[in-house]
């Protein structure tokens, strides 16, 4: 007869099976179960709703960077980085044409003046580099934007274009960076323990130091979130009813949902936000970028 995995686990002398997943999964869950089962669980994935315009920005600004540190350090320029920039840009949920090139422009201004502050004769020891640990529950991966070296040690580097600068106390509280730190430590077998911030539109950038003891605390946290996961993904398997496995958290969160389209909950509890409504120069912006 087969054995559930629940009941593989607890036999005796079997090593614990170690739950995948990445800072973005377990966030997802915690922000709403529902949404974290559309995403993950159900098969085929619900049809998403339409793309965002502060995600085109982050993206283009993402990979041009990735792009320049690419270039031969001769050509790793202001003006290479604002043509990397064009090559890569996105349309996708601005208003209109009009918008789109606006922003464009902006962004340009925030990466020329970014790469101005760089050294290009500095390596970085990775770009978008997966890194990967285990804890006693979880094999967590992710991909860190760039590492640098600093002294003996490495220094994990998010970049970030939201409306608002980042601050040390956001670098403090992000389970990715923590994650990200414990994946450097692991994966490259070098010292990693500062995380930084950097912000592109107002050119400051935020840090941390992490501690064995903050480092602890994360990875605590991310655990008793895998673990509910597993009740719920037990729940489901068990025949609950997926909105009882998973249920919806609603919110103001809802207005911006990728699968808003598949939840009358969410559509119920706020209206609609328009796809260029998050972009810095408006009032309100999701967290992360």
């Given at each position: 007869m087969r054995q559930s995995d629940g009941a593989q686990l607890e036999m005796p002398g079997m090593p614990r099976r170690l739950f995948p997943a990445t800072p973005s999964k377990l966030a997802t869950f915690a922000d709403c179960p529902r949404r974290y089962r559309h995403a993950y669980v159900d098969r085929p994935t619900?049809?998403?709703?339409?793309?965002?315009?502060?995600?085109?920005?982050?993206?283009?600004?993402?990979?041009?960077?990735r792009s320049w540190w690419d270039q031969p350090r001769s050509r790793r320029t202001a003006g290479a980085?604002?043509?990397?920039?064009?090559?890569?840009?996105s349309a996708n949920g601005f208003r209109d044409d009009?918008?789109?090139?606006?922003?464009?422009?902006?962004?340009?201004?925030?990466?020329?003046?970014?790469?101005?502050?760089?050294?290009?004769?500095?390596?970085?020891?990775?770009?978008?580099?997966?890194?990967?640990?285990?804890t006693e529950r979880l094999a967590l991966t992710g991909r860190v934007d760039r590492i640098d070296q600093r002294g003996d040690?490495?220094?994990?580097?998010?970049?970030?274009?939201?409306?608002?600068?980042?601050t040390d106390d956001e670098a403090r509280g992000s389970a990715a960076l923590a994650a990200y730190v414990l994946g450097v430590r692991r994966t490259l077998r070098r010292p990693c323990s500062r995380v930084e911030l950097h912000h592109l539109p107002s050119g400051t950038v935020a840090s941390f130091e992490h501690t064995e003891r903050s480092l602890a605390n994360h990875v605590r946290r991310a655990e008793d979130v895998a673990a509910d996961i597993a009740v719920a993904t037990q729940a489901l398997e068990?025949?609950?009813?997926?909105?009882?496995?998973?249920?919806?958290?609603?919110?103001?969160?809802c207005g911006?949902?990728?699968?808003?389209?598949?939840?009358?909950?969410?559509?119920a509890a706020t209206?609609?936000?328009?796809?260029?409504?998050f972009l810095p120069a408006d009032q309100e912006q999701p967290d992360g970028s």
């Open positions: 619900p049809p998403k709703g339409p793309p965002w315009a502060h995600n085109s920005v982050g993206s283009a600004v993402h990979a041009a960077l980085a604002r043509q990397l920039l064009y090559g890569v840009w009009e918008q789109a090139a606006r922003w464009r422009a902006t962004a340009a201004g925030w990466i020329t003046g970014y790469v101005e502050s760089l050294d290009p004769a500095e390596e970085p020891v990775g770009l978008e580099r997966q890194v990967s640990c285990t040690e490495l220094v994990v580097v998010d970049y970030k274009t939201g409306r608002v600068p980042s068990d025949g609950v009813p997926p909105d009882e496995a998973f249920p919806t958290v609603t919110g103001r969160q911006w949902c990728d699968f808003r389209p598949s939840c009358p909950a969410g559509q209206p609609p936000r328009e796809t260029w409504s």
